[in-house]
């Protein structure tokens, strides 16, 4: 049985009037349309409810589903403790989705299978049991027209929206074989940037957000969820995203019909309501197959136009990945590479490569000064390390290649600075050094606009401390696509 209704619902805890009190008023369309998700799970009587928060346990590399029989939660942080919740857990669906992740990827015929790593999702590293606000607050409302059910509650990662929707269809596929009768409640809070005078201030891309969320989830296109750049999710602050791209996935393959209920942003923060009803299998809303397949002709075509030096990077990488073989100046001086730049072997120069999957980064490593005898090597063999190297990332498997958008930076010399002043993120790479303490960060980063940003995060990099004293090198880069 698939999934049989979906939601999008927010978690304002000043919607409760017991944290609200009076206050919850100001968002009646809110809470009116909260009453009617309410309704609708109760005409859906739905065995076990799905919730996925952006508050329960989350990680940078892992999708945390809540362990154990049971768990407990009150609104004490919001004063108003006598609020409280005891919920029953699915063991038997937390069981197959981890099962299913375990196993995700496997086929039968598959001669690689014992290589799959399974899906990174599952029970493990639970640091806090207690329900978190962004479960109970739609749990508040639902209750009070339905109590009969069991909860799943999952929490959302650092990862890419592909991999989010993928989730959700793990999801999916765990309902089906289990039978139960469930539906899914996506929490969420749109853009937390909608006005000046709100709690977090105002950015341009806080309505532009929400007015995009709200028609997407409005009209059912999933597919336009994956297509969010994740530096505009960043500075319109928004929370719910990579949970309605969860709860797409768990319906993938679905008819869909939408509902927009409410969208306020009275205290500055979006809140916005839809409703999903669910039909029969649709082979036209396949949403992720759709997206990798536009991707993949996006990027072969891309390809065709990448220049020697990202050609080399590519190249170098594939082969070590397909074959285990690393290549050398004899295996590219060939008519393949007859319009390589005579610089490639001639000059020596630090150089970093830097690759992309799903618009998430997926491995950087470099070199600050050159380590080998020319430029064209230490693109070979950083290209090599930022894909099996890279500690923040697993090994880029040999499926992911068709995927991968690359890039490749030449260094020119750092040279020390006395001020952040001497400084520009668009212009310039900033080295920060503290004892043998280095970190760096190239220029002309997305999301990264200011000084003041561009030097805390090459700090946090070299594990330097806010309080301890270090030095400032910049460098220049020419940037090879």
Known sequence: MPIVG????????????????????????????????????????????????PHSVMYADYFHVSPG???????????AGQVKFDVEYDTDLVAEICAISDSYGQEKDDIKSMEIQGFPAGTMGERDPDLDHGTMIPLYYIREKYKDFKIVRIGLSGLSLPMHYEMGQIIAEAVARTGVRAVYVASGDLSHKMKEDGPYGFAKEGPEYDERIMEVCGSGEFDRLLDFDETFCDKAAECGHRSFVMM??????????????????????????????????????HFLEMWRDKKKAQLEKRKQDEDPYVRLARYS???????????????????????MDREMFERRAGTFVSIHKDG??????????PTTSCIADEIMQNAISAGTNDPRFPMIKEDELPYLEMSVDVLDEP????????LDVKRYGVIVTHGRKRGLLLPNLDGVDSIEQQIDIARQKAGIYEDEDYSLERFEVIRHY
């Open 6 to 53: 979906a939601f999008m619902v927010p978690h304002p805890p000043i919607m409760l009037p017991e944290v609200g009190r009076g206050e919850e008023e100001k968002i009646r369309a809110t809470t009116d349309a909260y009453r009617q998700v309410a309704e609708k799970i109760a005409e859906l009587a739905p065995e076990t409810i799905i919730i996925s928060s």
């Open 69 to 79: 029989k049971r768990a407990t939660g009150d609104m004490g942080q919001f004063r």
């Open 248 to 285: 797409a996935g768990a319906l993938d393959g679905l008819s869909v019909t939408a509902h927009k209920l409410s969208h306020e942003a009275t205290f500055g923060v979006g809140y916005g309501i839809c409703t999903f009803e669910v039909g029969g299998p649709d082979d036209s809303r």
């Open 317 to 339: 990488l594939e082969s070590y990945i397909t074959m285990g073989k690393r290549i050398t100046k004899k295996d590219v001086k060939g008519d393949k590479w007859s319009d």
């Open 360 to 369: 998430a980064l997926r491995g950087c490593i470099g070199t600050i000064l």
């Open 415 to 422: 040279e020390p600075i006395d001020s952040p002043d001497q």
